[in-house]
Structure formats: C-alpha cells, structure tokens
C-alpha cells in the first residue's frame, strides 16, 4: 500500500514538472515538444530518497523511546517494589570480611540479644544448622536473597565491637530496638531507609535519562553521517 502511495506522489510530481516545461514551450513551434528532462527524474529521486531516511530515523529514534520506557518501567518497579537486602542495607561486597568472634567485654549488655540472633544467621549461611528459628524467620528471608550474606552479618558483628551499632548510617541517630529484633543487621532506621531509596531513585531515573540522550544523540548523528557521506 505504502509503495503504490509513493507510486502516485512520484507520477504527481513528474506530471507537474511537465506541465511546467509545457508553459515554457514555445507553442508556434512544434519542434519544442515537452518532455521530462533528467532533473527532473533526479529531483524526484531525490525527494524519495530524502522521505526515505526521514522515515528510517523516525523508526529508530520510536524504538529507542520505547527501549527507554521498558527500563523506566523496570526501574520505577524495583522501587516500588520490596528492595533487596543490597538496596535496604548499601552493603559494600568489595570490603573485607572479618572472621573473628567477639568476646564477652566487646558487646555492650544492650547488644547481646542482637548478637546472638547474628551468630544463628551465621551458622544458617554456612549450612551448620537446617532449622530457621522463628525469631529470625523474616531476618533470613531477607539476608538469603544476597550474594555475600556472611559479610553483611559479620559487618553488623563489626559495629557491635567497633560501638557503632544501631546507629543509621544516613541519618546517624538511633536504629529502634523493634527494628533491630527484626533486622539485626540492618545499618538505616526507617527514615534512613527511605532517604536511601529516594537517593536509589534518583540515581536510576538519572541514569536513564542519560541513556536515552546517548541513544537518540546516536541516532541523529548516524543520520546526519549518512546525509553527508552523500
């Protein structure tokens, strides 16, 4: 349908290009007959040629807007989504891991409880038991999703020893107890959590933004590359 379309256009323009050379024919002599000259047929080549690659680069640049959009939707979904335990806690799985236990005048009475609930999420990362006790059930349902769970565990035994614990590493005040009994090793409050979320978002809405101006750049400068090879 589209090539008949462009069938007709090409006719349309031939026909007017001859009723042009018909008005500048010299009617008392019929030796000028009206014809359709080489420029002619240049011209409207070119034209074609010309719709054709507008065309072609409004494809591509239709594709790249929904490929945007597909990862916009991906990233927008995590978000809203429940994080995993590398998003919730920032863990840095480059840092090393520590392989000491703590002694007793290490742990601050406070702390004790919390300890022990790290100590029976180490023995489960390392296969040592096979029973998930009810206290720490949600604990490992998260901790399990994560590559490197033995060093997020042995980093909250760290801050214990290093009397860092239970502070929120983006707001710096106090993680609350009920938090700790559920999580404990988590490293953000509640308030910290979401402020490391919003800064999540931002970070993957950036880059996303950055991603489609590379793409569509790309796209018109192929463009533009193509018109001036000609």
């Known amino acids: 349908m589209e090539k008949i379309e462009n069938e007709k256009n090409d006719t349309h323009e031939l026909l007017k290009a001859l009723k042009n050379r018909k008005k500048q024919t010299n009617t008392a002599s019929h030796a000028d007959i009206p014809y359709f000259s080489m420029e002619d047929v240049r ?28 990862v916009l939707v991906k990233n927008k979904n995590t978000v809203v989504s429940v994080a995993g335990i590398a998003d919730i806690l920032g863990f840095d799985p480059v840092g090393r891991v520590s392989t000491s236990r703590l002694e007793k005048d290490d742990i601050e009475e406070k702390y004790e409880k919390y300890y022990a609930k790290l100590l029976q999420l180490e023995e489960i990362v390392e296969n040592k038991v096979s029973t998930i006790p009810a206290e720490i059930e949600f604990a490992w349902s998260l901790l399990k999703k994560e590559i490197d769970a033995k060093k997020e565990v042995q980093d909250a035994i760290d801050r214990i020893k290093n009397k860092t614990y239970g502070i929120c590493e983006i707001t710096g005040e106090k993680i609350s107890e009920e938090r700790l009994d559920t999580v404990p090793f988590t490293r953000y409050s509640v308030q910290g959590q979401k402020e490391y979320e919003q800064q999540m978002a931002l970070k993957k809405a950036k880059q996303a933004s950055n991603l489609f101006a590379d793409e569509t750049g790309n796209v018109f400068s192929v463009a533009y590359d193509e018109q001036e090879e000609e």
């Open 43 to 70: 011209r409207v080549l070119l034209e074609r040629e010309n719709e054709q690659r507008e065309q072609e680069n409004r494809i591509k640049i239709q594709n790249k807007q929904k490929l945007i959009e597909k």
